[in-house]
């Protein structure tokens, strides 16, 4: 029996080690295209969904899905309306994990093709670099996963032997709840409904339970899942406490409706005289995972305007936009994380210029509540980077690297505005003030598109007029200290007052100098993507 029990952990633990290292290294192979894909594709509800169930398909993770959702949402990138389309999707396409237990994994024994697999992956792996290398860990993993399910087989054959399960039938109302419990269980021990509905095929392939007891354990494997959402929304921001909310009522309906119609019917169809009675018992449990989930979708899809108000009303936000999108769901993926991060730095650093431009024009300055937020801000964008676990995708370790640089101006930025108060000075000197109003005319002549990846053509425009404007004002720095010399003598201004000016002046000088080389980076930035973007062309 011992024997069994260690076959039966070390299947599930090879499965689970597979299955990580194929969901991880696809997470990093779509890189971009993640976020890219949900982005362009999810304008309406179904449209949504259909990205869900895709994307889930591709990197064999709802949980993934779902966070990189959550990610997006707090970044802005997509709609609460459209996060609950994909998340119905994510449901539906972790389905296929069942199905390819069913005519992969239990239908034919592809051990012995397995250890090749992994031996492949894992040359891959050690010789090779960026994709080729992640396809290798995607390969590896999964013939980790088919060489678990032949140990899972194994191990529920001695299972069957060993012990009586007949304890958990199916005839009364509360054993079906027991069996429901103990399939949600599972997953919240294994982490993984894909791990937990494995094991339950295995064990109903080597008959150690009837499909009875099969159709019941899926139930509750399916509610299991919304255990990681739940735990990862617990003292996080309101967006992932609403996607949480729709995975739980999601899963809970869904379950409902499985648990009082589709067991019986299910069960029914299975009857000597109906076109189930043919069907492979694993096979039967596939095609009733699927159809809960679809139902949940059938019923949710025509709802979701209307359960999008519920759960922003009962849920509502109170952080600041820019803190939420900093939620630690989405560090489990790296694409997703780097956007993240993207978006907040650069809409920081725009609210930081629209502080400056403002004092310049108008003198008015900003308040010490708004540099706290500021600070509270960074801080906490600093500890969200150093969260990110560096990518293999070679784009996506560049875009990092250039928002670690970035973070270095950011800072620099905030330090500057502590010394704001000197545009007050710089507005009653004519020569300093002049080359204020020239830093501001190329900063609203760039608009945006110092932080808009499709118009590198102004960046560099950008970068060529903030470079003049930087050199001139070395090239003058001491004709304009001159000139506020003179202007200090003409006016009979006092000593402090000339001090003033021409700390002005200084200050002035290393916000030009700081904003060129900031500029230069995101140039930089800018050249290196779209280098990688021929790259990935070209491949």
Known sequence: MFEVFTQLCGGIGLFLLGMTLMTESLKDIAGETLRQW????????????????????????????????IGFVSAGVLSFSQAIGVIIGANIGTTSTGWIVAFLGLKFSIGQVALPLIAIGALLKILAHGRTALTGLALAGFGLIFFGIDLLQVAMSGVAEHLDLSIFSTESFAAKLLLVLFGLVMTVILQSSSAAITATLAALASQAIQLDQALVLVIGQNIGTVATAVLAAIGANANAKRTAAVHVCF?????????????????????????????????????????????????????????????????????????????????????????????????TILTQYSWILKAIKSAELVSANELKQQDELIYKLQDYLEK????????????????????????????????????????????????????????????????????????????????????????????????????????????????ELLAAQRWLDRLVAHSYRLINVLNERQQTLTMHQIDDEHV
């Open 251 to 347: 899963n809970v309906v869904s379950a409902i409706f499985a648990f009082c119609i589709l067991v019986p019917l299910f069960l029914w169809l299975y009857q000597p005289q109906y076109f189930l009675s043919g069907w492979d018992h694993v096979v039967i449990v596939a095609a009733f995972h699927t159809a809960f989930s679809v139902f949940g979708a059938l019923f949710f899809m025509p709802l979701i305007r209307p359960f999008e108000q519920l759960l922003v009303k009962y849920i509502p936000a109170h952080e600041d936009s820019l803190l939420q999108a900093l939620d630690e769901a989405s560090l489990a993926v790296p694409a997703v994380a780097i956007n993240t991060a993207e978006q907040v730095i650069f809409k």
């Open 388 to 499: 990110i676990v560096v990518p293999e995708n070679s784009t996506d370790q560049s875009r990092l690297f250039s928002l670690l640089r970035m973070m270095v101006y950011l800072k620099v930025l905030r330090s500057d505005l502590e010394n704001l108060k000197h545009v007050v000075s710089i507005r009653t000197q004519p020569a300093i003030h002049q080359l204020a109003l020239d830093f501001i005319q190329i900063l609203e002549n760039a608009g945006n598109s110092m932080l808009d990846t499709r118009s590198s053509e102004d960046l560099s425009q950008l970068y060529i007029e903030m470079g003049h404007l930087k050199q001139w004002s070395k090239q003058h720095r001491s004709e304009l200290r001159e000139k506020t010399n003179i202007y200090a003598s003409t006016y009979q201004l006092n000593a402090a007052k000339t001090f």
């Open 38 to 69: 949900l982005g362009r594709f999810t304008g309406s509800p179904f449209k949504a969904m259909t990205s869900g169930i895709a994307l889930t398909l591709i990197v064999q993770s709802s949980t993934a899905t779902t966070l990189a959702t």
